[in-house]
């Protein structure tokens, strides 16, 4: 089952949710309508024998209380879903979260930073917010969002200081997983559905105080007892789903952070630690996001099928059958924590050959060589590889060699530009760096336009050395470090940068698609925080009224990649073939047809297909750059780049 496949699901979960959410509001409405008529024929009977029972039949009677709770429902899991609006920072805030600056000195806080960058890197997806949750001293992390683009990482103190390092990465693994796996935004949807069926209940007590005032036979007192009741039978129900649905996702998360990390002693290690120090979470609002959680976070309910997670016994077998029961001490050692302390990294094992040829790709160095300061040489592709399938087999799916080539890119990057990476306003001055023209001449009229701020134009000076060693493939990872760090400007500061990065590219009066691409990707990824707006939903579910957009993408990246007019035409036609299309609606467009207009047109549109959609489209993009048999960094990470833009993470490319 590839990313595709697990994103299809994930939106099938969520049709099931609402199907399930429907039942409960039924079955919700006509216990309502019961307890109001049983209610007010109750208060009535005082003046007459008996209780009345006949306005349960009266369909005006129905009606009122069905819309009444229909409206009492639909207006508290709004109210939820809107609180969560904010993703993940919310939801790690909502349970006293703190962020993790991106420049913190200090150990734990800076262990957890890298291994959280080296699992983005090596997933395709952007640099999550990281929280710790100080008040808290069990082990227990938790993923939260509703896309990549506002998904927040959080673990608790008790983590930090309890877990080494193959442990942590196992953990955060596992939470990588349940993004990768699109199951947060369904995690807030369920937070929403509970909650609004809880407010039959909150209402229901409101009403049970209320005073009958020397009035005799006041029904609201009893009305409000049954509606308390009803409310938290529902809300029972609503956490039998919520406790099915989050254990069935637990397992697979765990063998996803396996395949991650090929590490299932980091994992089964660090639930062996949660035995002996527990995993509950002490915060008011930790019941609300159980589901959330690593590990069980509310303590042991006594009925597992009531539980949001598995036993925890049992996860440790899965990945450990040989265990002996005991758990162990939660009490880091001296050594492991030297090792957690020392900086030099281990050399990640080169690829081997048959992942490559698997792959039919040859993009990148080994992961064990240090990138160079030159461009290296395009490497053969064989002409009859399957390219498509092999790319976007590879989507959501990294690992353990995406993630020791992480590790080492990381290690070998200029350190001026990964200090840089995690400081707001120096952060800003690197993007301004990426994009900086090899032409003296135009380099002096762009860093012209950045002496009204003194301090940008001096740091961008210091960079400038670190940028000229910095290998193509330094790029993308670059802008995935500074996207924790610019997230920490104000709104103005934002929009000042996001106005000089234009600037600085329309400089030299063209635009190449490098440039528009990380622009686009800025957009992308902090816009929604500076200026939200409502997420488009998806309105396109079959390839048709999309073809002209998905030709827009192949014809420019045909027309990048090759200057020769016949093998631009072979590239365009290798890529389109890989799309359903009927004689004569393809054709290869010039290149003032797919220009940086066209090409935003295209993307803003196909980021409304289906998941099954961009699968195509990204497959028909990675053979088009593949046709001539080799593939250029610059073309790689181009198409990584187009893929983020699509919500569809994409690992580096890797080659011994």
């Known amino acids: 089952m590839d990313f595709f496949e697990r994103q299809e699901i994930a939106r099938r979960n969520t049709r099931w949710l609402v ?53 009492v429902v639909t207006i508290g899991s709004t109210y939820k879903i809107a609180q969560l609006a ?94 990768l796996n699109g199951d947060m935004k369904l995690n807030l949807r369920l937070m929403g559905i509970v909650f609004g069926i809880l407010c039959i209940a909150l209402i229901g007590r409101m009403l049970m105080r209320v005073r009958s005032s020397g009035k005799k036979g006041n029904p609201l007192p009893l009305l409000g007892l049954l509606l308390f009741l009803i409310g938290y039978i529902g809300v029972f129900f609503g956490k039998l789903i919520k406790s099915a649905v989050s254990r069935q996702r637990e397992f697979l998360a765990d063998a996803a952070s396996v395949q991650f990390t090929r590490n299932p002693s980091g994992l089964a290690n660090a639930l062996k630690k949660v035995g002996s120090r527990s995993s509950t979470i002490s915060d008011a609002n930790a019941e609300d996001a159980s589901h959330l959680f690593f590990a069980n976070g509310l303590g042991d309910l006594g009925f597992e099928w009531m539980s949001t997670h598995p036993p925890l016994e049992e996860r440790i077998r899965e990945l450990d059958p040989q265990w002996d029961g005991k ?141 000229a060693a910095l290998d193509v493939r330094g790029r993308l990872p670059l802008v995935t470090l500074a996207m924790t760090a610019l997230r920490h400007l104000s709104a103005t500061q934002y929009d000042v940068f996001t106005r000089t990065l234009q600037s600085l590219i329309e400089e030299d009066g063209q635009i190449d698609l490098f440039e528009y691409l990380l622009q686009k990707t800025v957009q992308h990824r902090l816009d929604p925080q500076f200026h939200p707006v409502a997420k488009r939903p998806v309105q396109y579910y079959v390839v048709k009224p999309v073809l002209p957009d998905c030709l827009v993408l192949l014809s420019a990246l045909a027309n990048f990649g090759h200057a020769d007019p016949v093998q631009t035409q072979r590239a365009f036609l290798r890529g389109a073939q890989e799309l359903p299309f009927a004689a004569g609606e393809i054709r290869l467009l010039e290149p003032k047809e797919c220009g940086i207009g066209p090409i935003d047109d295209a993307l803003n549109r196909l980021n409304q297909t289906t998941p099954q959609i961009k699968k195509l489209v990204l497959g028909a993009c990675a053979e088009t750059v593949a046709d001539d048999g080799a593939i250029h960094p610059n073309e790689a990470e181009l198409l990584r780049a187009m893929a983020d833009t699509l919500d569809c993470p994409l690992p580096p490319f890797l080659t011994v």
């Not at 959501?396 to 001026?416: K, M, N, Q």
């Not at 530009?417 to 760096?433: F, I, K, N, Q, W």
């Open 19 to 71: 199907v399930y959410f429907i039942l409960a509001v039924i079955g919700t409405v006509i216990a309502v309508h019961f307890a109001v008529t049983l209610a007010f024929s109750y208060g009535e009977s005082n003046s007459r024998n008996g209780v009345d029972l006949s306005p349960m039949w009266d369909p005006q009677c129905f009606l009122g209380v069905f819309l009444g709770t229909l409206a």
């Open 327 to 467: 758990f162990l001490s939660a009490t880091r050692t001296e050594l492991e924590v030297m090792a957690d302390l020392a900086t030099k990294k281990k050399p990640a094992p080169p690829l081997p050959a048959e992942l490559t040829n698997a792959l039919g790709l040859g993009i990148l160095a080994s992961a064990a060589e240090a990138p160079p300061a030159v461009t290296p040489p395009l490497v053969a592709v064989p002409a009859t590889s399957p390219v498509s399938s092999s790319v976007t087999n590879s989507v959501g799916a990294p690992t353990a060699r995406h993630l020791a080539y992480a590790e080492d890119l990381l290690a070998h990057l200029p350190e001026s530009l990964t200090v840089a990476a995690r400081e707001p306003l120096s952060a800003t001055a690197l993007l301004y760096g990426l994009v900086l023209s090899p032409d003296e001449t135009i380099r002096t009229r762009q860093l012209r336009l950045l002496e009204n701020d003194p301090v940008v134009h001096a740091e961008l000076q210091n960079l400038q050395s670190g940028l």
């Open 86 to 179: 904010g993703g993940g920072s919310v939801v790690a805030e909502m349970l006293g979260g703190r962020p993790v600056a991106a420049n913190t000195t200090e150990p734990g806080e800076r262990r957890l930073l890298h291994v959280v960058e080296e699992m983005a890197i090596a997933s395709g997806t952007p640099m999550p917010l990281v929280y710790v949750l100080p008040n808290e001293g069990t082990i227990n992390a938790f993923a939260a969002g509703h896309s990549t683009s506002d998904m927040a990482v959080a673990v608790t103190r008790g983590a930090l200081q309890s877990l080494n390092r193959d442990e942590l990465q196992g953990v955060i693994g596992h939470e990588f997983s349940h993004i």
